[in-house]
């Protein structure tokens, strides 16, 4: 078996800091068996949920960032994780990874999924925090597979409709002066 070598990872930053913001934001570092890393820059504002059956793993290296989750009992609430800080996601956690701040960088580690294996990405209600729409699929390629989900939400007034208020989902748009997705305004641990 012939072994990877080390990655010179402040250099691999620097050669890849163009990938690192909008309109990419994420460049994978490696790729094993198991598991994938990925290193992720921002600013990035997302309105998604994803709910992953996996474990994740979130070091930030520069700047802020905060994950967005919805409890057990539909509470939403804001993890915030600080340059220097680490933090594990359990499995089938709904999170919504936001990273508000130009050249911050985080590195993500996630398992590989097995073959057939589904997740989902879900959108809630920016009023009453109720689920409005929620899409499973086996993703492959993340580049390839999300658009044409996300695009058709986006798309889709029905589905941004909430069952619970009747509040329309703005779907891309975040909410104004926050940075914040949609639902996320009312979270406490504000930077």
């Known amino acids: 078996m012939t072994l990877p070598r080390p990655i010179d990872f402040p250099k691999w930053i620097e050669e890849n800091q163009h990938l690192l913001k909008p309109p990419v934001g994420n460049k994978t570092l490696v790729v094993g068996d198991d598991y994938i890393v990925q290193v992720v820059g921002g600013p990035n504002a997302r309105t998604d949920y994803h709910v992953d059956p996996y ?21 939403p609430r804001r993890i915030d994780i600080h340059a220097g800080e680490t933090w594990l996601l359990p499995r089938n956690v709904p999170h919504s990874p936001q990273r508000p701040e130009a050249g911050s960088i985080g590195l993500v580690v996630e398992r590989i999924r097995e073959e057939g294996l ?20 086996q993703v492959r390629d993340i580049v390839k ?41 009312d979270r406490p641990g504000e930077h």
């Not at 989902?120 to 925090?129: I, L, R, S, T």
């Open 55 to 75: 474990e994740e793993w979130f070091y930030q290296l520069r700047g802020n960032m905060h994950v967005d989750v919805i409890d057990d009992d539909g509470t």
């Open 118 to 137: 589904l997740e989902k990405f879900q959108w809630y209600c920016p009023e009453c925090a109720a689920l409005v729409h929620e899409t499973e699929l």
């Open 145 to 185: 597979d999300l658009p044409p989900v996300f695009n058709a939400f986006y798309a889709d007034e029905q589905a941004r409709t909430c069952p619970k208020c009747g509040t329309v989902h703005p779907g891309k748009t975040v909410h104004p002066g926050t940075g914040a997705p949609p639902g996320n305004t």
